[in-house]
């Protein structure tokens, strides 16, 4: 969804380094869309993550990895909200599956 609620554009330059689809998923934002390195250095962080998708005796193992350059970078990206942010998108992606969305 966009902000507008209407037309949605690319808010980031990045590329998918791995899609291995229903199971995993590793893009950065650290690298563009024409395989540089970004430049300028992308704002307010740039990181690598990976999403991954495992069997688990209970249903799905959802579980993100997110890398940054060094310990100030992390620290940064967690003041900003985005640690709070996944967690807020891995609860909503729960709920939908327990909901049996999609089936």
Partial sequence: MSDDGRAFTPHTDAVFLLV?????????????SR???AAP?????AMTAEVSLLDHPEGTDYRV???HQDPATRARHERLGFFD????????LAALAENGAGS
């Fill in 35 to 37: 395989w540089r390195p």
């Fill in 20 to 32: 291995e689809p229903a199971s995993r998923l590793a893009f950065t934002n650290a690298v563009d």
């Fill in 85 to 92: 942010g996944w967690g807020a998108v891995s609860a909503a």
């Fill in 65 to 67: 990895v997110v890398r």
């Fill in 41 to 45: 250095v992308p704002v307010p962080v």
